[in-house]
C-alpha cells in the first residue's frame, strides 16, 4: 500500500519561511513525478509545484522566485522550501506522485501565513 506522509506545515508571519516535507512509502514500480498543490475552501485545487525524473521543475506564477520543489529519491521525499510567505499562500498544502497508471495523494498539512 503507497502512502505518503507530509509535515512542516503550521503558523507562520508573512515574510516568514516553512519547509514542507513528503514521504513516500509503499511500492511504486516508477515515479514520473512529484508534486506539490494546494487548496483553500471553496476553490480548486492548484498546482504549487512538480519536479520530474529528469530534474526538471515547474512552479506556478504565483510562487516563482519564492518556492523551490526538491526530490531526495534515496530517502522517498519530496520538500518544497516556501519563502517569502505571503498571506494568500495559506492553504492545505498536498503531496502528489504520478506514476504511469496512477495518482497518490498525501492527507495534506495546512498552512496559514499570517498577516
Known amino acids: 500500500q503507497v502512502q505518503l506522509v507530509e509535515s512542516g506545515g503550521g503558523l507562520v508571519q508573512a515574510g516568514g519561511s516553512l519547509r514542507l516535507s513528503c514521504v513516500v512509502s509503499?511500492?511504486?514500480?516508477?515515479?514520473?513525478?512529484m508534486g506539490w498543490y494546494r487548496q483553500v475552501p471553496g476553490k480548486q485545487r492548484e498546482l504549487v509545484a512538480v519536479?520530474?525524473?529528469?530534474?526538471?521543475?515547474n512552479y506556478a506564477d504565483s510562487v516563482k522566485g519564492r518556492f523551490t520543489i526538491s526530490r531526495d529519491n534515496a530517502k522517498s521525499t519530496v520538500y518544497l522550501q516556501m519563502s517569502s510567505l505571503k498571506p494568500e499562500d495559506t492553504a492545505v498544502y498536498s503531496c502528489?506522485?504520478?506514476?504511469?497508471?496512477?495518482?497518490?495523494w498525501g492527507q495534506g498539512t495546512q498552512v496559514t501565513v499570517s498577516s
Open positions: 502528489n506522485v504520478r506514476s504511469p497508471t496512477n495518482r497518490y
Open positions: 519536479v520530474t525524473n529528469d530534474g526538471s521543475s
Open positions: 509503499g511500492s511504486i514500480i516508477r515515479i514520473n513525478a
